[in-house]
């Protein structure tokens, strides 16, 4: 079983700073890809950011400049920067990992795993 659990959500006023983080357990074999998505009220999960093992990184053009994501490959976390926040950040925050899993079962494959998500608003 992996489990990924988020910390780091809350109230913060515009023009603020606020970091997550997101950190996977369980039997882990190694992770791909990590990155984290939103939901807004009212609107469809979109894809904020997104960091390879090898640390490449991609960001919604909406992000761009605001938000850094960065990992510890070690620690197996993903941690999400987020910076100049605005109202229109608010929404709730997932995490997620690509982990690479391997039995006899199943053969090896990558399974997406999805933390719990943590509600940001960004209110004055």
């Known amino acids: 079983q992996v489990q990924l659990v988020e910390s780091g959500g809350g109230l913060v006023q515009p023009g603020g700073s606020l970091r997550l983080s997101c950190a996977a357990s369980?039997?882990?074999?190694?992770?791909?890809?990590m990155g984290w998505y939103r939901q807004a009220p009212g609107k469809q999960r979109e894809p904020v950011a997104v960091?390879?093992?090898?640390?490449?990184?991609n960001y919604a053009d909406s992000v761009k400049g605001r938000f850094i994501i960065s990992r510890d490959n070690a620690k197996n976390t993903v941690s999400l920067q987020r910076n100049s926040l605005e109202a229109e950040d608010t929404a709730v925050y997932s995490c997620?990992?690509?982990?690479?899993?391997?039995?006899?079962?199943?053969?090896?494959?990558?399974?997406?795993?999805w933390g719990q998500g943590t509600q940001v608003t960004v209110s004055s």
């Open positions: 997620y990992a690509d982990v690479f899993l391997s039995d006899e079962y199943d053969g090896s494959r990558y399974v997406k795993y």
């Open positions: 960091i390879t093992s090898g640390g490449s990184r």
């Open positions: 369980g039997s882990i074999f190694s992770i791909n890809v």
